[in-house]
C-alpha cells in the first residue's frame, strides 16, 4: 500500500503542476524570459523526456514524505495536509527563493514556484495520509 500511495500522491502534484502552470503560463514565462514564438508557445517546444523527469522527482518527494510521516507518526488527513504544507512553505519554498536569489530572476518567480510547491506537499501529504 506504501508505494501505491507514494505513486497517487505523486500523480496528484503532477496534474495540480498541470493546472498551477496552466493558469500561471504568461506570468510564469515572463518571469523566467522564455522566448516564445508567433503562437505564444515557448520556442523549441517541450520535451516529453522534461516531463518524465518531473514526475521522477515527485516520486521521490513523496516517498520521502511517506517515510518521514511514518516515522513521525503522521496519520491523520489533518496532519497530512499541515506537515505537508509545512514541508512545501518551509523547506522546498526557500531553497527556490534562495536559488532564484542568486539567479537574479524576479521575485514573482520564487511566488509563483514557491507557490506550486507548497499547495503541491500540502496536497500530497494529503494523500498519503488517506492510506
Same mark, same amino acid.
Given at each position: ?60 518527494? &513523496? ?10 507518526? @503522521?496519520?491523520?488527513?489533518?496532519? #497530512? $495536509? *499541515?506537515?505537508? /504544507? ?20 524576479? &521575485? ?10 507548497? @499547495?503541491?506537499?500540502?496536497?500530497? #501529504? $494529503? *494523500?498519503?495520509? /488517506?492510506?
Amino acid at each position: 500500500m506504501g508505494f501505491l500511495s507514494v505513486l497517487i500522491a505523486a500523480a496528484a502534484g503532477f496534474g495540480l503542476g498541470a493546472v498551477w502552470y496552466m493558469v500561471l503560463a504568461e506570468p510564469w514565462m515572463e518571469a523566467v524570459g522564455i522566448k516564445r514564438g508567433p503562437d505564444g508557445k515557448p520556442e523549441g517546444g517541450q520535451s516529453p523526456v522534461m516531463f518524465a523527469i518531473t514526475f521522477v522527482m515527485l516520486l521521490l518527494v &513523496a516517498g520521502m514524505m511517506r517515510h518521514t510521516f511514518v516515522l513521525s507518526g @503522521v496519520d491523520t488527513l489533518g496532519k #497530512g $495536509l *499541515v506537515s505537508g /504544507l509545512g514541508i512545501g512553505l518551509f523547506f522546498i519554498s526557500p531553497w527556490i527563493v534562495i536559488n532564484n536569489l542568486y539567479g537574479s530572476r524576479p &521575485a514573482k518567480l520564487s511566488v509563483i514556484d514557491g507557490g506550486y510547491a507548497t @499547495v503541491a506537499c500540502a496536497l500530497m #501529504g $494529503l *494523500v498519503l495520509t /488517506l492510506f
